[in-house]
């Protein structure tokens, strides 16, 4: 079994997730910010298999956290989601879309599923949307 920390600062976006990724057999460790998340990665980061976070967090910016989960855990897999169109972020979350896999909310479950399976078995990194799931 894969452990997923999933970071989504809305409630009950969140709580759906957890419970899909449960429903698929993953276990899940949530957090509701990107401080709570480096805290969890800090102590149990050698249990997570996959990291899946909100590109847009309230409390740290999202490439500081990244680096932060990276300083941790360089070869951690992340999936990053939003619902901001990737062409209409601002220039620092273009990055994102570029290095990182990336899936624009609402997305449904079998490209959430496929996207997880394709960067897990190495497929994922670097790949744009359109590439992951279908």
Do not use: W
């Amino acid at each position: 079994m894969h452990t997923v920390l999933l970071v989504e600062d809305d409630e009950m976006v969140r709580s759906f997730l957890s419970e899909v990724l449960e429903m698929y057999g993953y276990g899940v460790i949530t957090a509701a910010t990107a401080t709570e998340a480096v805290t969890l990665c800090t102590y149990v980061g050698n249990s997570i298999d996959m990291l899946i976070s909100d590109v847009s967090m309230p409390d740290v910016g999202g490439l500081e956290f990244v680096a932060s989960i990276k300083a941790i855990s360089p070869s951690l897999p992340v999936l990053f989601i939003s619902g901001y169109d990737p062409s209409d972020m601002i220039e620092k979350h273009r990055a994102f879309i570029t290095n990182y896999p990336f899936l624009r909310k609402p997305f449904t479950t079998p490209m959430l599923m496929g996207t997880i399976q394709q960067i897990l078995a190495g497929h994922g990194h670097g790949a744009r949307p359109e590439q992951m799931a279908s």
